[in-house]
């Protein structure tokens, strides 16, 4: 078809095109500030909300206290004080309650006499603690020790003597066993020394 036998009337599209138009749709060229603001804009804005969360939390009780503490470097002490120090740190543990002085008191009557007969009561309930505490004695220089079970249990051991001038003998077997009472009983002790296990 010709354009002379063309029916309809000319519009728009018949117009001949502008030679200096673009054609089609065209986007002009962006700048290098439009394409990296949104990244600048995660770097910057991500880590302050993030600051400024944990800070509110922490500070309104959403974050447990985090905090380390200071380590402060001290001085080393020289050899002499750091062994004064260790006696002086070792000298609670012996005073301690189950625990009984190595050597007996100075106003305690008598003289130790390891021939006196020590009788050594399982009153713990503990299989084979009379024969270890037996076989302490024994190392510690007693004689005569026999062993046995306390027809009742108990929670605290103690040693029992006789007579006056069992105290120092008595005292060497309890601080021998790391017991911390000694008590004279004739009616617990007989005629020895009777050391109750609990």
């Avoid at 354009?3 to 002009?28: L, M, N, S, T």
């Avoid at 062993?147 to 006056?164: E, I, L, W």
Wanted: net charge positive.
């Amino acid at each position: 078809m010709s354009k002379a036998a063309y029916p309809y009337p000319a519009d728009e599209f018949d117009a001949q095109p502008d030679a200096g138009a673009p054609r089609g749709v065209h986007r002009a060229p962006r700048s290098a500030w439009s394409r990296w603001w949104p990244f600048l804009l995660v770097i910057v804005l991500v880590p302050l909300l993030a600051w400024g969360a944990v800070t509110w939390m922490s500070n309104h009780g959403g974050l447990p206290n985090l905090a380390v503490p200071a380590v402060t470097d001290t001085p080393a002490e020289p050899p002499s004080a750091a062994a004064s120090g260790a006696a002086t740190a070792s000298a609670p543990a012996s005073t301690a309650p189950s625990s009984a002085p190595a050597s007996p008191p100075a106003s305690s009557s008598g003289t130790v006499d390891k021939a006196t007969p020590v009788k050594v009561l399982n009153a713990s309930g503990l299989s084979g603690a009379a024969a270890t505490a037996a076989s302490k004695l024994t190392k510690a220089g007693f004689t005569s020790i026999t062993t046995g079970n306390s027809p009742s249990t108990t929670k605290q051991s103690v040693v029992y003597y006789a007579t006056a001038a069992q105290q120092q003998t008595a005292a060497l077997a309890a601080s021998t066993l790391g017991i911390s009472t000694v008590t004279l009983s004739a009616a617990q002790a007989g005629t020895g020394i009777t050391v109750v296990l609990g």
